[in-house]
């Protein structure tokens, strides 16, 4: 027992030594105080629901540390982490920053954070196909009039919170040039949604046929 201790002293002594030089270096390290705007990821969201509106996207942290933990390179992995597992029904919440929703460096604080506190709106997630309103603009020669106009397909499939998505009539278009029309009876365009908080589930790309008919006297 004696000769395996012995074995094996040198280095059990080297490796205390170098443990004992990196605590001194690192004891004698000043503090310091930062600021470091860390991106915000809400997780584990119930399936069914989304998040509304538009929460804050970053917060300000403000963190104290040894100065070689709290470098841009060291910060830049840094993020709020939300867990939202627990929502169970459509309603505004407050989530307040702590500690427990980041993951920090050796030896770094967290202090406070700006905003403390972000607002989220949790609401149902729904889907609906809504009509394709074809768009003109400009003016057919003279003696000619438009005729019957169609969108392919009839249909789009929009999604987003319920409510929005109930307050979609119609999806429009892209405006089609009339001056246009004489010189060819189809035209390749994009439909759009007029609220940023739908959105499409498939491409809003569509085929729109014209028809342009001579005036008769």
Do not use: C
Request: charged content about 20%; proline content about 8%.
């Amino acid at each position: 027992m004696r000769l395996s201790v012995a074995k094996n002293l040198g280095w059990k002594l080297g490796s205390l030594i170098v443990a004992i030089l990196l605590w001194v270096a690192m004891s004698s390290e000043p503090e310091v105080v930062t600021t470091h705007v860390a991106p915000v990821i809400y997780q584990n969201l119930p399936s069914g629901f989304m998040i509304g509106g538009t929460p804050p996207d970053t917060v300000r942290l403000e963190l104290s540390g040894p100065a070689s933990e709290l470098t841009p390179a060291a910060l830049d992995p840094m993020n709020v982490k939300f867990d939202l597992t627990s929502a169970a029904v459509p309603a505004e919440r407050t989530l307040t920053v702590s500690n427990n929703d980041i993951l920090l460096p050796r030896g770094v604080s967290f202090l406070r954070a700006v905003p403390s506190q972000v607002q989220v709106r949790l609401a149902r997630l729904a889907t609906k196909e809504v009509p394709v309103t074809v768009q003109f603009q400009g003016e057919l020669p003279a003696g000619y009039r438009l005729g019957a106009s169609s969108a392919i397909p009839e249909k789009l499939q929009i999604a987003g919170s319920d409510a929005r998505v109930a307050a979609i009539l119609d999806v429009k278009t892209e405006k089609i040039d009339l001056s246009m029309a004489q010189k060819t009876p189809e035209f390749r365009v994009n439909a759009f949604v007029e609220d940023p908080q739908v959105h499409f589930t498939a491409s809003p790309s569509v085929t729109v046929k014209v028809a342009i008919e001579p005036l008769r006297n």
